[in-house]
Every structure is written in C-alpha cells, then in structure tokens.
C-alpha cells in the first residue's frame, strides 16, 4: 500500500458553500428508475494525418430522453445534449469546422485550451450566426488534460450551456500516455460531466428558473443521464470529473469513504497523486481522479455522493485483478520564474445577485481592463470581497492560459491545486495569488464561472501583447450582438429579454 496521506477535507470554507441569496436549491435524489449512464461518443476527426487533425463541429437542437414520458428538448454538438468528446494531440495542427445549426448565434469557446483571442478562443467577440459556419486553426501546444468547449456569447452564455452547450475535450500526449492509468475510454476512462437541472413538464425552462446568483435544479444530470449507474468491469476506473454545472459546487464522496486518487486538475496530470475521501469541486474545474474497486466483489454497488444525495451508482462486475501503483512523482509542472519589476495584477470580485462586479465595474465587450506583455510572468491576486458569512464562493476563471496556484491568504494551496489550472475557487474574504504567463497574443476575458455572475457583469478583459508586433482587435459590440439576438428570436430589441443583459 502506498504510504500517502489520505486527505479528508474537502477543502473549502464551511459558511460559504450553499449560501445564495436567492435560496440555495438542494439536491434530490430522481425518483425515475436507474439508467445506465451515458458516455460521449467520440468525434470522429474528419481527417488525421501525422500532423494535422480535421474536425466537424455542429451547435444543433434535439430532443433527448431524460425523463419517462416527453423527450427534452435540448441543445448538444454533434448530439442532440452535451457532445461528442473532442480528442486533440499535442503537437498536431488543429482545424475545425465550427457550425452553428441553432436558431441563433452561439459562439464556442475552448475552456482552458492555449490558444490565440479573441476569435480561435472562442468568447463573445467570436459569434458564429445560425446557419453559418467558420474555420478555427490552432497548433495544440499544452499537456495532456481534461477541457471543455462551451458556448460563451454573453449575456446568453448561461442560457446556452444550460440548453446543453457542453462538451468534454480530451489533450493527448506523449508524457500522459507512459503513466500506469487507465485510458480505455467508455470502458476504465470515462468523463463524468456534472450539472443540476429543474424539470417543467419535461422541459427545461430557463427563464422561469432564472436566478442572478446562479439557476439550479434539484435533480443531478450527470452526462446528460438522470439517475445513472455504471458498470464496472475493471478494478481501476479513471473519472474526468467537470463541474458542468451554471452555479453548483459538487462536494464529492463514494460510499464506505472509499479512498480515491487525484491524478489531474484543470490543466493536466498533478505532480504527485493525492489521495482523498471527500473532494469539493466548484463550476468549471475539472479533476481526473482513479478509483480503485479492489476490495468488492461482482454485486457489490459503490455509490458517489455530493453530500448526501446518490448522483452515480457503480455496479461492481468481474474484473481482472489490477494492483498497479502509482509512482509517487507523476510529471514535472512548469514553474517559471516571475519577471523583476513587473506588475501585480488585481482582481477584486464585489457583490452577489445584480451587484456582481470585477474592480467596480461591470463586464464592457468594448474596453481592455488590464494587459500582459506576451513572454512575462506576473502575479495576479484575485480577491473575493464576499461577507465571509453570508457571501459565496467565486470560482475564477481566466481564458487563454494554464496558471499556478500560487498562495491562498498567504498561506499554501491546497494539496491537489499543486497542477496546472484554469479556474480556482476564490472563498470569501480570500485571496488568491496566481502566477500567469501566456503563449498567445490576444484580447481574453476573466471572469466568475457561475455563469449568471459572468453574464451579469462579473467579467473584465485584458490583452497580451508583444510590443514589437503591436496588434488591434475589432471587438463585438453589445448593440450589435442585442440587434442580432432580437432578429432571429423574432422580438423587437426593446422586447429581447436575456437575463443580464441590462446588469
Ligand atoms: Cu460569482
């Protein structure tokens, strides 16, 4: 047995989770019979070669059986909900296709992928109109981890990944490939995509369900299954964990405390594994983690819990016996050195409901609110401003990079932030340091991932640049986007409501 400490601490600050102004929405246990759980396909490239991978990309409308009785109807790429997992290789030039089959514009936007602002990355300056459809190219250029595209045309963003605009994104390389986990995918690596969702009359209805702090459902939707199971016909089984969810903090155990192991967080593999029994993952974080059924037996179910409600059932099949041990070192994390004399960047998120704001102002498509030369390595402090007894927990995300934890109040990340991120949860009356370099040059946007927060205006932007090649961007305006919004939904501008657009 390996002698690591089993950490058993979620991790984050007991008055903060839960707490919403509005009225937090607990998990329910679905009362519909057991399904087994669905797993993505795997898109198809169009075409590889030993170079270049060719891929289709479609945002389509569908219908999708959730529940017993009337199909849902639900938005998906390449599917009628969620996608099709999207695989990319390191080093391989990257072309896609991206179409938008939806009765209006949506934009896809590739969380954590290091690629150039503010078009190929995919935010709101990046709208694809419906029946339309545009070329994105990228060298992928990052270690093996666990992303995802969702759509991000403010202020609708929150609205589109709830229809369904979510989809794992898997970086192959040739670093993660040598390491003993599994990565059979569908059979022992299988992603595990975790949202909520509230049901009327089988539908999903966004605006009745609207709440600024962040919309809820009471019912777990995990890959877009409702009640699911998983057969398990190996001992070692590898989960790449999203927190898909618009507002929810999953706080993740399996039943007998069974211990699991973290391998990756946000931006690839952990240097070192972390054992834990009970993990707390905040909206738009991933974890890999392997579980090792070992100790059942055929029969047995292992269930995984967010508090105390069952979100996935693990029925224990014959398996193979597999006592592979994790080496206590896994991959080596860059860490470069932060440029002398530079800047510390800050980033204050303020407020709950329509008060939501970053450094006092509100989200504007139109104005640059910090910049990075490309090449430095600075530190940013991102604080929540939150009442630490009634506030929330801010999970901070920032487009264009993978960065390091750096300190949490001066004090050191927690066990499994050692890794490559793209988001961190901010608690309240917490800052968090980061040390951030880029790749690309580009306008990016930083944000609070409750996605009704960063529609509300809980969202800046910054530049990287390089000041020998000096660059301009034509960056969309909200009138633009609000005139086409209001066409194609068939109103009149001063009859458009999306929630937040007026925050
Ligand atoms: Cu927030």
Redesign the pocket.
Known sequence: MSDRKVYTDYFFDEPAFNTHDGGYVPLKEPTTPQEALRIPKLLKPNKETDTDMYYTVIAQTGETQLLPGAKTKTWGYNTSLLGQTIVFKNGKTIHITLKNELPELTTFHWHGLNVDGPITDGGCHAPVYPGKSTQIEFKCHQPAATLWLHAHPCPATAEHVWKGLADGVIVKDDVESKLPFPRNYGVDDIPLILQDRAFHDNQFDYIADYDP??VQGPTPMINGTINPYFDVTTQRLRLRILDGANRREWRLHFSDDLKFTQIASDGGILPEPVDFTHLMITCAERAEIIVDFGKYKPGDEVTLYSDDVPIVRFRIHEFAKDDTKLPDHLVDIPDPQVTPNSQVHKVV?SG?DEM?EINGKKFDMQRIDDKQKLGNVEYWDIS?TNDRDTG????YHMHGTQFRVVSRNGHDPYPNERGLKDTIGVNPGETVRIKVWFEHLGVYMYH???I???DGG?MAQFEVYDPDRPKTYKLMDMDTLMTAFAKERGVKKDELYIPGMDM
């Open positions: 702090d962040g998120m709950m939501v929540n929330m927990i801010h999970p609070c991932h409750i009704e927060h960063e809980m």
